[in-house]
């Protein structure tokens, strides 16, 4: 079974009705995941410092993102039992919808290419 790449993801993200700023969490925790979207698990201080957002505003936008279906998000523990960190990987949604090419003359371009 082929699995989607991390642009199918970023496209579903692109097309849902996720806020703004939990589009920009997606786009960012994206930079950080391999092509073939697998998960990754940058720090909350990198997320702030690419987003230029507050802890409590990035993770309220993660919440978002995990509750809309498109993100999970698993906790990883060190030896002790502590929280170390976390893993954020991204769902995919069962289907993407392509949306058709439209003809240039459609997007009100057919005057400069006549």
């Known amino acids: 079974m082929n699995r989607p790449s ?11 009705s ?6 920009l969490c997606c786009y960012v925790l994206a930079d950080y995941m391999s092509d073939a979207g697998k998960g990754c698990f ?16 990035i993770a309220k936008h993660l919440r ?24 954020y990987y991204p769902r995919f949604p069962e289907r993407v919808e392509e949306e058709p090419a439209a003809e240039p003359a459609t997007l009100g371009a057919a005057a400069f290419f006549d």
């Open 42 to 57: 940058p720090s909350i201080v990198t997320l702030m410092k690419d987003t230029g957002l507050s802890n409590t505003s």
């Open 6 to 16: 991390i642009w199918s993801w970023r496209n579903a993200i692109r097309k849902s």
């Open 18 to 23: 996720l806020p703004p700023l939990a589009k």
């Open 64 to 87: 978002l993102a995990v509750e809309a279906g498109l993100l999970v998000k698993h906790r990883f523990r060190d030896r002790a039992g502590h929280c170390a960190g976390t893993n």
